[in-house]
């Protein structure tokens, strides 16, 4: 008798192993028409624990968040360690054979695959993603969710496997589409604002419900969770959130003469430095950069505004487009959401909430004046800081959505620690690291 019910207890433990499996799954593939607010008793499955973690799980993420030395220390000195920065390297052979199975890569890499809130479901975004880099699929599962809509643009430049892997990660989801004409992106020259601009049209056609756009690149990273996001973009009340201010006068020369694009590279026109003609319906020209919030009657106008067809096909042969093209935009009256040409109007990258960008002439010291920010705790490329983790704590200080340059390549424990905070504070059940 004894034995008998030793089996039958037996049976009923394998029987609910099954069952909880089944349940798991059936979180993936069962549509959902509807927040059900039961879901937040089944969250902790998808919290990131050491178990999923790589090689940077030896990191305490919850000292380096809080600025401890011992632990910032830790960090510096692993990611200086080539043979760690191998170990965390995952190869694109390992997408393209993971996704082979949609279902079991999906619940492996635990993508929020359900709205966690009815506020977030009924307040959709639209993100294009102008991608070349490693990065790509972290940050994807970092922003991702089920009612939000995904254009990916991979540079036609990138290695064959890049593309590869990039196309087997989007093709399990739905709600996630490669753009429709793709093009060899240059830096600072008019292929990086056509390759947002043909995500945008993707975008703008393929879903009439989605309430903001926002554009990103490989190198971008969330400084908030969706929701957070979400309340940030409420908070504007149809406006938009862009750096647009005065152009400096040493910057006058990117829009006076006439640029192209030689053996991958722009440059000057040779032939009498050819000056271009004013802009058309005399637009001042504003300073911006490449990465704006706006709302879907903005990208409206970008694709169908005759003045702002005129002012797209006047910039072609500018220099570094992107760095007033959306500015000068957010000051043409009439656009949804925009702002008087007044400078009283003017915004900086530092008021605006599309990016924390931390340029080398800008930092100093804690005790300094003139600073915007204090020093990069990473490295610098083209004047741009590649934060470190000891710029973590800082940063989730601000109040900017995301912020550039992040690199797996350069500091891995920075983008792991940011995720692991990110999807601890979008989980409502309990934080690893006490957010207040």
Same mark, same amino acid.
């Given at each position: 008798?004894?034995?008998?019910?030793?089996?039958?207890?037996?049976?009923?433990?394998?029987?609910?192993?099954?069952?909880?499996?089944?349940?798991?799954?059936?979180?993936?593939?069962?549509?959902?028409?509807?927040?059900?607010?039961?879901?937040?008793?089944?969250?902790?499955?998808?919290?990131?624990?050491?178990?999923?973690?790589?090689?940077?799980?030896?990191?305490?993420?919850?000292?380096?968040?809080?600025?401890?030395?011992?632990?910032?220390?830790?960090?510096?000195?692993?990611?200086?360690?080539?043979?760690?920065?191998?170990?965390?390297?995952?190869?694109?052979?390992?997408?393209?054979?993971?996704?082979?199975?949609?279902?079991?890569?999906?619940?492996?890499?635990?993508?929020?695959?359900?709205?966690?809130?009815?506020?977030?479901?009924?307040?959709?975004?639209?993100?294009?993603?102008?991608?070349?880099?490693? !990065?790509?699929?972290? &940050?994807?599962?970092?922003? =991702?969710?089920?009612? /939000?809509?995904?254009? @990916? %643009?991979?540079?036609? #430049?990138?290695?064959?496997?890049?593309?590869?892997?990039?196309?087997?990660?989007?093709?399990?989801?739905?709600?996630?589409?490669?753009?429709?004409?793709?093009?060899?992106?240059?830096?600072?020259?008019?292929?990086?604002?056509?390759?947002?601009?043909?995500?945008?049209?993707?975008?703008?056609?393929?879903?009439?419900?989605?309430?903001?756009?926002?554009?990103?690149?490989?190198?971008?990273?969330?400084?908030?969770?969706?929701?957070?996001?979400?309340?940030?973009?409420?908070?504007?009340?149809?406006?938009?959130?862009?750096?647009?201010?005065?152009?400096?006068?040493?910057?006058?020369?990117?829009?006076?003469?006439?640029?192209?694009?030689?053996?991958?590279?722009?440059?000057?026109?040779?032939?009498?430095?050819?000056?271009?003609?004013?802009?058309?319906? !005399?637009?001042?020209? &504003?300073?911006?950069?490449? =990465?704006?919030?706006? /709302?879907?009657?903005? @990208? %409206?106008?970008?694709? #169908?505004?005759?003045?702002?067809?005129?002012?797209?096909?006047?910039?072609?042969?500018?220099?570094?487009?992107?760095?007033?093209?959306?500015?000068?935009?957010?000051?043409?009256?009439?656009?949804?959401?925009?702002?008087?040409?007044?400078?009283?109007?003017?915004?900086?990258?530092?008021?605006?909430?599309?990016?924390?960008?931390?340029?080398?002439?800008?930092?100093?010291?804690?005790?300094?004046?003139?600073?915007?920010?204090?020093?990069?705790?990473?490295?610098?490329?083209?004047?741009?800081?590649?934060?470190?983790?000891?710029?973590?704590?800082?940063?989730?200080?601000?109040?900017?959505?995301?912020?550039?340059?992040?690199?797996?390549?350069?500091?891995?424990?920075?983008?792991?620690?940011?995720?692991?905070?990110?999807?601890?504070?979008?989980?409502?059940?309990?934080?690893?690291?006490?957010?207040?």
């Amino acid at each position: 008798m004894m034995l008998l019910k030793r089996g039958r207890l037996l049976l009923l433990l394998k029987l609910t192993v099954v069952l909880g499996s089944v349940w798991m799954f059936s979180l993936l593939i069962r549509p959902k028409t509807g927040w059900d607010p039961t879901y937040i008793f089944r969250y902790g499955w998808l919290e990131y624990t050491d178990a999923d973690g790589g090689p940077e799980k030896v990191c305490n993420c919850s000292a380096i968040l809080q600025g401890e030395r011992e632990a910032l220390l830790q960090a510096k000195l692993l990611t200086i360690t080539k043979a760690f920065r191998k170990s965390v390297h995952i190869p694109d052979e390992y997408y393209i054979n993971a996704t082979q199975d949609c279902r079991i890569f999906k619940l492996s890499r635990k993508y929020l695959l359900f709205p966690l809130s009815q506020e977030e479901e009924d307040f959709p975004l639209a993100y294009s993603m102008v991608v070349h880099h490693k !990065n790509f699929e972290r &940050l994807l599962r970092a922003i =991702y969710a089920p009612q /939000n809509i995904y254009c @990916i %643009h991979v540079d036609k #430049k990138a290695a064959a496997s890049v593309l590869s892997a990039i196309k087997a990660i989007t093709s399990c989801f739905p709600n996630v589409f490669m753009v429709s004409k793709a093009v060899s992106v240059v830096y600072s020259a008019w292929p990086r604002v056509q390759a947002d601009l043909n995500c945008m049209a993707d975008l703008y056609n393929a879903s009439t419900k989605w309430k903001y756009f926002i554009n990103l690149c490989g190198q971008d990273f969330p400084l908030k969770t969706n929701l957070e996001i979400v309340r940030a973009l409420r908070s504007l009340k149809g406006g938009n959130s862009l750096e647009s201010e005065k152009l400096p006068g040493e910057k006058r020369w990117r829009v006076t003469v006439a640029h192209e694009i030689v053996d991958g590279k722009i440059q000057v026109l040779l032939l009498l430095r050819k000056v271009k003609q004013p802009p058309p319906f !005399n637009l001042p020209i &504003l300073s911006g950069n490449a =990465y704006i919030v706006v /709302n879907r009657g903005y @990208i %409206h106008s970008v694709l #169908k505004d005759n003045r702002i067809l005129a002012l797209i096909e006047w910039a072609k042969d500018t220099y570094s487009p992107d760095e007033f093209l959306w500015a000068t935009i957010q000051r043409i009256p009439g656009v949804p959401g925009s702002t008087r040409p007044s400078p009283k109007y003017d915004i900086t990258d530092i008021n605006a909430i599309a990016r924390m960008v931390k340029w080398q002439w800008h930092e100093g010291s804690q005790g300094s004046l003139e600073a915007a920010y204090p020093e990069c705790q990473g490295s610098h490329v083209r004047a741009i800081c590649v934060y470190g983790a000891g710029d973590l704590q800082w940063m989730l200080e601000q109040h900017h959505l995301f912020a550039n340059k992040f690199d797996t390549d350069t500091d891995p424990i920075a983008v792991y620690c940011l995720e692991r905070y990110l999807r601890e504070k979008a989980l409502p059940t309990r934080s690893l690291f006490k957010i207040a």
